[in-house]
C-alpha cells in the first residue's frame, strides 16, 4: 500500500498472521502484502494446490517471505477445529486473524453440519476458528503494545444493502425459503459484522474490527452470474473503474495493521475503504442482536 503515509503499511517483522482464502483474489493480496512487510503468514485454505501455488507466487516476487499452508474448509465444523489445533501445535503466537474467506449469491445448500453455505463459510466456520484461537491472541496480547493483535472480519455494505431489514432471522437462520441468494448474502455479511461488534465487547484487549472492501474484481462474481443470469449484464457496471485483488486489499490491511487505528477509540469499528470509521446498519448497530447472535452460535458449534 502506498501512497498516503497513513495508509502505508509499517513493518511487521516477527508477527504471525492467518489468512482464510488466502489463496486467492483478496485474501492473496492480503498475504502477498503482510508477507511483503515481514509476517509469518498462514494461508487458510481447502487446496493444498492452489495455496502452494499462491506462496510460489509470493516467492517469485519476495524470495525471503515466510508462508506457511493451513488446511481449512470452513464448510466442515471438524475441519476447522483440526485447523485450529494445527496452528497452535506450530504457533504459540498470533497477532492477527483475517477472516477473508467467501462465498457469494451461491443457489440454496446445506453444508454437512447442516448450515446454509454462506452462512456456513462466511460467518459460521470464522466464528469457530476464531473461538478456538482466542487463547492464543489473548497470550499474544500480554507481550505486545495495545492494539497490536487484531481479528479482522471481511464484510460488505452488503450488510446493510442486502440483509433482511430486521436483522438476523433467529427463527430461520438458514433462510431456506422465501429468501434471495442475495439476502443470504447480506444476512451471513451482518453476521461478520455484529461478531466484531461482540468481540471488541467481550475482548476488549484485542481489536476486532469489520469492513467492507470496496468493488474489486475477484472471483466472487461467479456466484451472482450463476444464480442470477441477468447479473452478466449489470457486472461490467458493477465492476467498472474497480481495483484488483492486490489493490483492492489495501482496505483489509489497514485494518489488520495500520497504526492510526486505536483501540481505545475504534475497537469494534465499521470500516469503508479505505481506513474510514463509518456507521454500520442500523441491525448491525443493535448490541442485544449482537448478544443473541453469539449465544446462538455457541450453542450450535
Given at each position: 500500500m502506498g501512497g498516503h503515509?497513513?495508509?502505508a503499511t509499517p513493518n511487521?517483522?516477527?508477527?504471525?498472521?492467518?489468512?482464510?482464502g488466502g489463496h486467492t483474489g483478496l485474501g492473496f493480496g492480503t498475504s502477498d502484502e503482510l508477507a511483503k512487510h515481514g509476517a509469518r503468514v498462514y494461508i487458510a485454505s481447502r487446496s493444498g494446490s492452489k495455496a502452494e501455488e499462491a506462496k510460489n507466487d509470493i516467492l517469485k516476487e519476495f524470495p525471503s517471505a515466510d508462508i506457511h499452508f493451513l488446511p481449512l474448509?470452513?464448510?466442515d465444523l471438524e475441519s476447522v477445529r483440526q485447523a485450529?489445533?494445527?496452528f497452535t501445535q506450530h504457533e504459540s503466537t498470533l497477532h492477527i486473524l483475517v477472516n477473508n474467506a467467501g462465498v457469494m449469491c451461491v443457489p440454496y445448500e446445506e453444508t454437512k453440519d447442516g448450515f446454509e453455505m454462506q452462512f456456513a463459510v462466511n460467518y459460521l466456520g470464522h466464528f469457530l476458528l476464531t473461538k478456538l484461537l482466542l487463547p492464543t491472541l489473548l497470550k499474544t496480547v500480554e507481550s505486545v503494545p495495545a492494539g497490536t493483535v487484531r481479528i479482522v472480519n471481511v464484510s460488505s455494505d452488503a450488510h446493510e444493502k442486502l440483509a433482511p431489514k430486521q436483522g438476523m432471522i433467529f427463527s430461520d437462520m438458514n433462510m431456506k425459503?422465501?429468501?434471495?441468494?442475495?439476502?443470504?448474502?447480506g444476512h451471513s455479511k451482518l453476521a461478520n459484522v455484529l461478531h466484531s461488534k461482540e468481540l471488541a465487547k467481550r475482548y476488549a484487549k484485542i481489536m476486532s474490527l469489520s469492513l467492507h472492501p470496496g468493488t474489486v474484481k475477484t472471483g466472487l462474481s461467479q456466484g451472482p452470474l450463476s444464480s442470477t443470469p441477468m447479473y452478466r449484464f449489470i457486472k461490467p457496471l458493477v465492476e467498472l473503474g474497480a481495483r484488483g485483488p492486490r489493490e483492492g486489499a489495501g482496505a483489509i490491511v489497514y485494518a489488520a495493521t495500520s497504526t492510526a487505528l486505536k483501540i481505545n477509540l475504534d475497537n469494534g469499528a465499521y470500516l469503508l475503504p479505505v481506513g474510514k470509521v463509518s456507521v454500520a446498519s442500523k441491525a448491525a448497530r443493535d448490541t442485544t442482536m449482537a448478544h443473541d447472535l453469539w449465544d446462538w452460535t455457541e450453542e450450535r458449534v
Open positions: 503515509p497513513n495508509l511487521i517483522s516477527g508477527k504471525v498472521a492467518i489468512v482464510t474448509d470452513l464448510t485450529a489445533a494445527k425459503d422465501g429468501f434471495s441468494v442475495w439476502a443470504r448474502y
